[in-house]
């Protein structure tokens, strides 16, 4: 201890802060250039923080969920540039990627919400699909994210099939949550709702059908059991309504009926 019982700084250097605020003032000094004018100094700065992000996630250093949601973070203040978001994207993917324990939750919320709010990119469904498969993620941020990307995939014919793999990387993985399974049966819902309806043609027709012949599609024979009842009342209505039969209702009747007999057999054979 320091003579009077203090803190001793950093032995032969009077004066200096200790290691630990050095640290801080180091990243202060990184967050501080991320803002820099020069696009080439804003990246390096990054890069930076993301070799750091690495190395502490690689042993388990408490500063790593400080350097995520940095990272994370910087990430939205550059939405509006492209040239900075789409490496920084990708690095913060392969990121996570080698680091299941972070708590990528954290970032959902407010990415979906700016996401939302100012419009995205393919890039971002990259971005959410590294989120869904995260080993950390919780159902309650998979609700949110079946429900950003369900709407998208019912109402964004550029970005619809994107919006489709992290919807159901998301629903394949918490199909026995109930929260989760509540959020695909409303997406299901609404998409068959507009086609009994005959609201809306051509292409978004088409994106109401591909979504839930997906989701019918999933190996969870619950959830086509679940479904089924609803879609054999969206063909009914539209027959009763046009006095034709809507072809792709048709089919989602048949993907329907048959994933509940494969549940059905299942469990009789159990």
Request: glycine letters at 8%; hydrophobic letters at 50%; one cysteine or more.
């Amino acid at each position: 201890r320091a003579p009077g019982g203090g803190v001793p700084t950093t032995p032969g250097h009077p004066g200096q802060p200790p290691l630990r605020d050095g640290a801080s003032l180091v990243l202060a000094e990184l967050r501080r250039a991320c803002r820099d004018p020069s696009r080439s100094v804003t990246l390096a700065a990054h890069f930076q923080i993301f070799e750091l992000l690495d190395a502490f996630t690689a042993t388990a250093h408490p500063a790593a969920p400080l350097l995520f949601k940095t990272l994370a973070f910087s990430l939205m203040e550059v939405h509006a540039d492209p040239e900075l978001r789409l490496p920084l994207g990708r690095a913060l993917e392969h990121s996570l990627a080698r680091a299941p324990q972070l708590a990528v939750g954290v970032i959902v919320k407010p990415y979906l919400r700016q996401a939302s709010l100012y419009g995205y990119t393919n890039a971002d469904f990259d971005l959410l699909l590294a989120v869904a498969r995260h080993a950390a993620l919780g159902s309650r941020h998979a609700v949110l994210l079946v429900s950003f990307c369900g709407r998208a995939a019912l109402n964004d014919a550029l970005h619809a099939r994107l919006a489709t793999l992290p919807l159901l990387a998301a629903a394949d993985r918490f199909a026995g949550d109930a929260a989760v399974a509540d959020s695909i049966a409303a997406l299901a819902h609404e998409a068959l709702t507009s086609l009994a309806a005959g609201r809306g043609s051509g292409i978004r027709a088409t994106l109401a059908v591909e979504l839930v012949a997906k989701i019918l599609h999933l190996p969870h024979a619950h959830i086509a059991a679940g479904l089924s009842p609803l879609v054999d009342a969206a063909e009914a209505s539209f027959a009763a309504a046009t006095g034709q039969r809507h072809p792709g209702l048709v089919a989602l009747c048949g993907f329907a009926a048959a994933g509940a007999a494969a549940g059905a057999a299942g469990r009789g054979a159990v």
